[in-house]
């Protein structure tokens, strides 16, 4: 299968039109699209291709898989049938409503071609036509470019991370030239005039790191860091300021590594940018130089530590610098730097107590804002393909969560699941221990759950 090494031009003499759907889990505050989503529209409508875009939030009220469908086929009317390309991405959260939607696409005697992207698809394995029947055509990797090269044409082409289904599957990543890309915000995708105060951004992908429960690496290696150019950025950056954005979230998985991140920060100060800025930091590249490029700006760093304890690190390949980890709680604390870190329970090897030794790490070093999460089994992630190997159960809610091990049952994952609510309820607010926290979690008539180290049991309440 060959690159293309540049942008693909769609093909004047035979046009498609790109139906582009995406099913969200969203938050109150977020952009009515969401940026994968609007980068997608931007390379697209940038390259001169006919583009409907839908976005829906799957976890909102009235939510309605008729209202898609019905959305889809209407914007498919007034074209050929065999002119019409349907994009969904597919994500852990709308898998099962994604595969409804194609049988009843396909039931209502949709023609076109239905092209599938996302998380689901990227870091799957071969037999992608046996999850998915309904679909022509696979993305695994950055959609842009390769979509743009599949609307310039009616012919199965081969393009570097398609896969055709029916053909052989090289399971290969797409990749995209960042700096060739369209901006969703400087081409409008996005519309900032409209008060939108708050936005997700992106300034580099990629990640150097290996966990083994995490979708930002490719299967069996490092997903190198690509920076988006800075004079790109910087032309984004001015809009912001401009447009009144005040709170901007940045998704990169590791944003505090090398020059790149300080000549954004330093960027942004320079602008005279006041609004809040959270990005996605790790302790072990937390140094001097960028926390003093954070000096002058309402930053809110996140970390996200997962343990304290080696043995349950190794197991997911995300290994600590204890050391580093305190000296940089230290610096956060003389230099009063908002921040927050996130840990894992259900992490193979982890014990309740073990679990209850990271909170309590954290408490007793003033972590003002300490969220704790469940751990998923991604699909395609090293951890996933493992779970034998370390007794992964998983409960069937719509997005499963691990909740049996070699080394924890049900019934201690539910106490690590309250203590995690606790620590929910009391943000901004935290006790100052794990004790604190368990009296907290005793006393609370909304409380789910409660431990007892000295009795071992769980009581339910109400």
Known sequence: MSAHPSKVEPSISSPRRVILVSIDWTRDKDPRLPLGHASLVAALRGAGVDTRAFSFAINRAGFDEDRILRDILESAQ????????????VYVWNDPVVKRLLSALRHKGFQGRIILGGPQISYAGSGLEQLYPEADAFIRGYGEEALVALAATFERIRFMGVHWAGQVDSGVQA????????????????????????????????????????????????????????????????????SGVDDIAVLDPLFNLGAHALAVLR???????????????????LDEEFLDACQGLDVRLEFGLQTIHERE?????????????????????????????????????????????????CLQRGVPTL????????????????????????????IPSVIRSHTFGEREWKCMAALADALRRTEGGHPVSIEALDAWVFSSPDSSGWWSPAADEVRVAG
């Open 313 to 361: 690190a190794r197991a997911v390949e995300r290994v600590n610098d204890m050391a580093k980890v305190r000296q940089g709680l230290r610096e956060l604390h003389e230099r009063h730097i908002r921040f927050e870190v996130s840990i894992i329970f259900g992490l193979p090897e982890q014990t309740l107590e073990s679990f209850r030794e990271t909170i309590d790490f």
């Open 175 to 242: 990749r995209a030239q960042l700096e060739s890309l369209s901006s969703p915000f400087l081409e409008g995708v996005i519309e900032l005039s409209a008060g939108q105060r708050f936005i997700r951004w992106e300034t580099q992908r990629g990640c150097p790191f290996r966990c083994s429960f995490c979708q930002h690496r490719e299967a069996g290696s490092r997903l190198r860091r690509r920076d988006i150019p800075l004079a790109r950025l910087e032309r984004e950056m001015e809009l912001f300021v401009r």
């Open 267 to 285: 960027t942004l100060r320079r602008l005279g940018y006041g609004g809040r800025l959270s990005l996605q930091c790790h302790f072990s590249t």
């Open 371 to 398: 969220k704790a999460f469940p751990l998923m089994l991604l699909r395609g992630t090293a951890l996933e393909r493992e779970r034998a190997r370390w007794g992964l159960v998983e409960n069937d809610e719509p």
């Open 78 to 89: 007034d074209a050929a049938p065999e002119q019409v390309d349907v994009g969904f991405g």
